[in-house]
């Protein structure tokens, strides 16, 4: 069983930064992918990034690209999202989410459905 706790959420106004943070328990955190997911109010999950096991290949989903970094320290159990230039449409609650089925290093996942373990979430509010 994985945990993950995620922190680091907050209100910031549009165009600020923040960097969640999501800490695994378990001693095999470098065999997970490590994705982000969002959900805003009254809309659908949503990929926003994701970090292959060997930290080498990230993905993300358009609208964030050139804002958004996904980062992982393995030895720290540890992935990060670092967010910049944020837009209201950022908003929503932001959970970070750890698979087991990848079958080489290099796949990220953008399927909620690939992931196993969910952490809670933390909110982020962007105001305009």
């Known amino acids: 069983q994985v945990q993950l706790v995620e922190s680091g959420g907050g209100v910031v106004q549009a165009g600020g930064s923040l960097r969640l943070s999501c800490a695994a328990s378990?001693?095999?955190?470098?065999?997970?992918?490590m994705g982000w997911f969002r959900q805003a109010p009254g809309k659908e999950r949503e990929f926003v990034g994701g970090v292959a096991r060997s930290a080498g290949t990230t993905n993300y989903r358009d609208s964030v690209k050139g804002r958004f970094t996904i980062s992982r320290d393995n030895a720290k159990n540890t992935v990060y999202l670092q967010m910049s230039s944020l837009k209201p449409e950022d908003t929503g609650v932001y959970h970070c989410?750890?698979?087991?089925?990848?079958?080489?290093?290099?796949?990220?996942?953008?399927?909620?459905?690939?992931?196993?373990?969910w952490g809670q979430g933390t909110q982020v509010t962007v105001s305009s």
């Open positions: 989410a750890a698979s087991t089925r990848a079958w080489e290093d290099s796949i990220v996942f953008t399927d909620d459905g690939a992931y196993d373990y």
């Open positions: 378990g001693r095999t955190f470098s065999g997970y992918v």
